[in-house]
């Protein structure tokens, strides 16, 4: 009974400490008040936790404001444990560069979030106009209502797509988001047999998406690359041109990668 509790604490203690991490991203700087109160604890349990990852080099404090922020070791964890991706980045980037020259648009590559059913997102191209979507390196959209997400998902084994499926909760997020689990399992085949993902308004009102899987050398989609348009800014008599032009490029990544299409279940 003691051990269960102490493990019961330690749980606790880790999930104020993330908190607290959570916080300053989001906040950039903050006061003991506002993290204590962010961690849903006391001012002295969140003493304690703030000194500790001081002394560990993950936060700082400005004496003159009285406010923690985060320091740069935290970001050079991350860096390293993207070691590995550093084919991926490169094959990507070079062919994310170029649909960036060709269409102007916001591109953005993003990779499987391997707990929660969501997209993580990686790399980036801005736009070249004043009026555009923007995403955030780092940020984490749903699976089911973004195309990177389904160009992520349909390429995947039967059962894990069963799986991953299973667990979404379908929230609405934008006016046209699939909230029916059959209707997205349709989505997901018509995807595949035509070899790019699209959603429209799925993920935010007025912005339109297409998107397709990078394959590594195993045939696996370990990666997937969108270009991004505001509704107004898109030309549907175009749309077989940029479709064929985002499939050429996203197969150039997956061959830079080692991958041959005879791999393709």
């Known amino acids: 009974m003691a051990n269960s509790e102490h493990k019961t604490e330690n749980v606790a203690a880790v999930l104020k400490v993330f908190a607290v991490l959570e916080s300053l991203v989001e906040d950039r700087r903050a006061s003991l008040a506002d993290l204590a109160g962010r961690a849903m604890t006391s001012k002295a349990t969140a003493h304690r936790l703030l000194n500790t990852m001081i002394e560990l080099g993950y936060v700082e404090r400005d004496e003159d404001t009285e406010r923690y922020g985060l320091t740069l070791k935290l970001f050079s964890l991350g860096a390293r444990s993207i070691q590995d991706r550093s084919d991926l980045l490169w094959a990507a980037d070079r062919v994310m560069a170029k649909l960036s020259r060709l269409t102007g648009e916001s591109i953005n590559l993003g990779v499987m979030d391997n707990i929660e059913q969501k997209v993580v997102y990686t790399h980036k191209y801005n736009s070249h106009y004043t009026l555009s979507m923007q995403s955030t390196l780092g940020k984490r959209n749903?699976?089911?209502?973004?195309?990177?997400?389904?160009?992520?998902?349909?390429?995947?084994?039967?059962?894990?797509?069963?799986?991953?499926?299973?667990?979404?909760?379908?929230?609405?997020?934008?006016?046209?988001?699939?909230?029916?689990?059959?209707?997205?399992?349709?989505?997901?085949?018509?995807?595949?047999?035509?070899?790019?993902?699209?959603?429209?308004?799925?993920?935010?009102?007025?912005?339109?998406?297409?998107?397709?899987?990078?394959?590594?050398?195993?045939?696996?989609?370990?990666?997937?690359?969108?270009?991004?348009?505001?509704?107004?800014?898109?030309?549907?008599?175009?749309?077989?041109?940029?479709?064929?032009?985002?499939?050429?490029?996203?197969?150039?990544?997956?061959?830079?990668?080692?991958?041959?299409e005879r791999d393709l279940p």
Not at 217 to 237: K, Q, V, Y
């Open 142 to 260: 749903p699976l089911h209502s973004t195309s990177l997400g389904k160009a992520l998902l349909a390429w995947r084994d039967p059962k894990e797509i069963a799986e991953r499926v299973a667990a979404m909760s379908f929230t609405p997020s934008a006016p046209q988001t699939i909230t029916d689990k059959d209707k997205f399992l349709a989505d997901l085949a018509a995807t595949k047999m035509r070899g790019y993902a699209e959603e429209i308004e799925e993920s935010e009102a007025g912005v339109r998406c297409m998107a397709v899987p990078i394959f590594d050398h195993l045939g696996r989609p370990i990666a997937a690359m969108s270009i991004a348009f505001p509704l107004f800014r898109f030309n549907e008599d175009k749309k077989d041109e940029i479709a064929e032009m985002i499939m050429d490029l996203g197969r150039e990544a997956s061959e830079s990668l080692g991958y041959v």
